[in-house]
């Protein structure tokens, strides 16, 4: 499975951005899919996931402010973020599983990441 990330930016404390994530090669609707995130100096983290049937799970950091969706008529995921600060600054990463998991090394396949940037 190939997965690219489009839609990072710079982008003000309290904006909002919209995240993609594209897949091919490999039937999407059989994956879960996650969004984590690495910001210099620090270990990846998960922030968002969303099964094959869309039930999803967030972290506490993103609860209320992202919103994780899944479109599998184009194979493509998303991650809306509300009122970003600059502490979710970081590169973004969709990645693919077949266990709905906010476990990074469960997921099989990743993107090459966008980053993200959250400042005045």
């Known amino acids: 499975v190939q997965l690219v990330e489009s839609g990072g930016d710079l982008v003000q404390p309290g904006g909002s951005l919209g995240l993609s994530c594209a897949a091919s090669g490999r039937t999407f609707s059989d994956l879960a899919m996650g969004w984590f995130r690495q910001a210099p100096g620090k270990e990846r983290e998960f922030v968002a996931a969303i099964s094959r049937s869309a039930n999803t799970n967030y972290a506490d950091s993103a609860k209320g402010r992202f919103t994780i969706s899944r479109d599998n008529g184009k194979n493509t995921m998303y991650l809306e973020m509300n009122s970003l600060k600059p502490e979710d600054t970081a590169v973004y990463y969709c990645?693919?599983?077949?266990?709905?998991?906010?476990?990074?090394?469960?997921?099989?396949?990743w993107g090459q990441g966008t980053q993200v940037t959250v400042s005045a």
């Open positions: 990645a693919g599983s077949r266990w709905f998991s906010p476990v990074a090394p469960t997921y099989d396949y």
